[in-house]
């Protein structure tokens, strides 16, 4: 039907939220809000010191959230070209992280994170306060969270594998490759209740 120009390098994510407004996420550091109605795009740069935007996800038609290879995560309006919010270290210290897969319930607060350290994390973006909040983790999955779900707030889907899914930069050889399905419970707010038996950081 049509094709979208605009990005720079290779297009690592994209989500779909109500309405004609896909966002993008890509190795050129930006994120792209694209209204195809209008054909036109709002250009969103990575904060300094992220080569490139990996991942994204749509919480609702004005809010998304990016992962980067600088291990941070990103809380985004539409109406602002910088984050509302930013985690650095979203994923513990360590230059071999970085946020390889995000996903968010809409119409929630709830997002949820993954990397190469075998956690999948879980946040409260709240949108009021501007910020991200912890709301909980998963420990001990297997190799890298290359992709992420959540489905009606009952459980996460990760897609696990024992390689980066864009590189192979390093392999974990006792991980396979697999889907694991997480427990999820959303609270009365809205808000992430999963199992958080260990603290926020390592």
Known sequence: METLYGHQSGVTG???GAGERPVSSGRDRTARL???REETQ?????PVGCSGLDCVASLSDDWFVTGGDDNGLALWHTGSKKPRSLVSDAHGPGTDRWVTAVAALRGTD???SGSSDGAVRVWKADRE???LTPAGRFDGLPGFVNGLAVASGRFVAAAV?????LGRWWRDAKAENAVVLLPLGIGGGGGADADDSSDDEE
Not at 42 to 46: A, E, M, N, P, T
Not at 161 to 165: D, K, N, P
């Open 14 to 16: 994209l989500s779909c």
């Open 34 to 36: 694209w209204k195809v």
């Open 42 to 46: 709002l250009l969103f740069r990575g």
């Open 110 to 112: 709830c997002v949820v």
């Open 129 to 131: 306060a501007r910020k």
């Open 161 to 165: 594998g024992h390689e980066h899914r």
